[in-house]
T-cell receptor
């Protein structure tokens, strides 16, 4: 069964600090997809990134970067020079790719990030 | 383009009443998902549809919950009878299916309070 663990329940930083959100996953499939979503105080879930299991290349998008390491089953998310607007709950999620059309997303419990001015 | 639309945004009802939540997916998306979010259990997938057909309802908590998708642009999640432990935020999401496991686009959610 698939499982996602976000061990950090809450993180608090001061603006401009770098912060890394950890995500560890479990799956028996060799084909799978990893996601990060952001849930700001307004409540909606916003897609940030998708990564498949065959692409271990790290990705950078502005102040955001993701480090995917299959050897440790981790898909960590780093925000560089954090801003108050980054304050939100961040969810890591996993979807197993075998079986043709299994699109079930399993979410971690989320990490509440608070960026203080 | 309009995103996923959910109604109502807030619902307060009394225990035992029937509750119907509604969702309009993004036009052209062929997958629709219903999730529930609570503090204790986090985000849980309840059921999902592909081309209006339920594919996996293993997350539906019990027989009091039912979901339908009569056409490609509308889905409902019904709770009958409702109980206080059903209080949660219910999200609907849609995605364009295919090999790539495309991202799911979420609606704003319906906050349900059962008294």
């Amino acid at each position: 069964a698939q499982k996602v663990t976000q061990a950090q329940t809450e993180i608090s930083v001061v603006e401009k600090e770098d912060v890394t959100l950890d995500c560890v996953y479990e799956t028996r499939d060799t084909t799978y997809y990893l996601f990060w979503y952001k849930q700001p105080p307004s409540g909606e879930l916003v897609f940030l990134i998708r990564r498949n299991s065959f692409d271990e290349q790290n990705e950078i998008s502005g102040r955001y970067s993701w480090n995917f390491q299959k050897s440790t089953s981790s898909f960590n998310f780093t925000i560089t020079a954090s801003q108050v607007v980054d304050s939100a709950v961040y969810f890591c999620a996993l979807s197993e790719g075998s079986g043709g059309s299994n699109y079930k997303l399993t979410f971690g419990k989320g990490t509440l990030l608070t960026v203080n001015p | 383009d309009a995103g996923v639309i959910q109604s109502p945004r807030h619902e307060v009802t009394e225990m035992g009443q029937e509750v119907t939540l509604r969702c309009k997916p993004i036009s052209g998306h062929d997958y629709l998902f219903w999730y529930r979010q609570t503090m204790m259990r986090g985000l849980e997938l309840l059921i999902y549809f592909n081309n209006n057909v339920p594919i996996d309802d293993s997350g539906m908590p019990e027989d009091r919950f039912s979901a339908k998708m009569p056409n490609a642009s509308f889905s409902t999640l019904k709770i009958q009878p409702s109980e206080p432990r059903d209080s949660a935020v219910y999200f609907c999401a849609s995605s364009l299916g295919g090999v790539a496991h495309n991202e799911q686009f979420f609606g704003p959610g319906t906050r349900l309070t059962v008294l």
